[in-house]
């Protein structure tokens, strides 16, 4: 039986606080509840084992399934609204490691407001071709390469009216990186992926490209 593992670090206050005391529930897609933890001082949970399949499935090119289990993960604590993160996935050997960012209850507000988020497959388990608007002819050309940090993000295609949002570079590198491929990969090809992701991303900033557009990923943290 192939294993993998969780642990689950929550915050508030733009993630500059750790929160103890929370509540965590970890459940299977059927609503078995497997584990019930409670962070501690430090935030974060102890590492739980979970049930997969094996590693060997994400880098057989005939393998149409997924190579991971997926769970779902609710986090509740006193005078914080709640978080129910639904299909994370869980990788042989792999540690995910779940940020989970709680905001404090509005004084008016009689009772928690549950947000919901689902993870879904990254994008190398998704059917079908995937095509990038290039930008239009009148683009300019910086004279020296800025990495932005922030990196403001659109969370949709171009055209939609999906909010921007602002977040690090690295917290962007990483979260394209875990919605686009397997963990379980080689580490040559995960580098080159990676570095796929900085320079597309650069691309955009040095040609100035995200005037008029915005860069385009679904923000999510799977590992």
């Not at 609503?31 to 501690?40: I, Q, W």
């Not at 997924?66 to 779902?72: D, G, K, M, Q």
């Not at 650069?202 to 799977?222: A, G, P, S």
């Given at each position: 039986?192939?294993?993998?593992?969780?642990?689950?670090?929550?915050?508030?206050?733009?993630?500059?606080?750790?929160?103890?005391?929370?509540?965590?529930?970890?459940?299977?897609?059927?609503?078995?509840?497997?584990?019930?933890?409670?962070?501690?001082?430090?935030?974060?949970?102890?590492?739980?084992?979970?049930?997969?399949?094996?590693?060997?499935?994400?880098?057989?090119?005939?393998?149409?399934?997924?190579?991971?289990?997926?769970?779902?993960?609710?986090?509740?604590?006193?005078?914080?609204?709640?978080?129910?993160?639904?299909?994370?996935?869980?990788?042989e050997d792999e540690t995910?490691?779940?940020?989970?960012?709680?905001?404090?209850?509005?004084?008016?507000?009689?009772?928690p407001i549950l947000t919901?988020?689902?993870?879904?497959?990254?994008?190398?388990?998704?059917?079908?071709?995937?095509?990038?608007?290039?930008?239009?002819?009148?683009?300019?050309?910086?004279?020296?390469?800025?990495?932005?940090?922030?990196?403001?993000?659109?969370?949709?295609?171009?055209?939609?009216?999906?909010?921007?949002?602002?977040?690090?570079?690295?917290?962007?590198?990483?979260?394209?990186?875990?919605?686009?491929?397997?963990?379980?990969?080689?580490?040559?090809?995960?580098?080159?992926?990676?570095?796929?992701?900085?320079?597309?991303?650069?691309?955009?900033?040095?040609?100035?490209?995200?005037?008029?557009?915005?860069?385009?990923?679904?923000?999510?943290?799977?590992?």
């Amino acid at each position: 039986m192939a294993i993998g593992y969780l642990s689950i670090q929550a915050r508030t206050a733009h993630d500059a606080v750790p929160l103890s005391g929370v509540k965590i529930r970890i459940s299977d897609l059927f609503g078995n509840v497997l584990y019930e933890l409670t962070t501690d001082e430090s935030g974060e949970t102890m590492k739980v084992p979970l049930e997969t399949v094996s590693r060997d499935f994400s880098m057989n090119r005939y393998f149409s399934g997924t190579p991971y289990i997926s769970y779902n993960v609710l986090a509740q604590a006193s005078g914080f609204d709640s978080l129910y993160v639904s299909d994370l996935p869980i990788y042989e050997d792999e540690t995910a490691i779940l940020p989970v960012a709680l905001i404090p209850m509005q004084n008016a507000q009689r009772a928690p407001i549950l947000t919901e988020i689902t993870i879904g497959k990254p994008a190398v388990a998704m059917d079908g071709r995937r095509n990038q608007t290039g930008p239009d002819s009148s683009g300019y050309v910086l004279r020296q390469v800025v990495i932005p940090n922030p990196i403001t993000v659109h969370l949709g295609s171009p055209s939609s009216s999906a909010s921007n949002v602002r977040v690090s570079f690295p917290d962007y590198v990483k979260n394209v990186a875990s919605s686009e491929i397997y963990p379980t990969w080689p580490d040559a090809a995960l580098r080159a992926n990676i570095y796929a992701i900085i320079t597309f991303a650069l691309n955009r900033v040095f040609t100035e490209w995200c005037r008029n557009h915005n860069l385009f990923v679904i923000v999510r943290d799977c590992s």
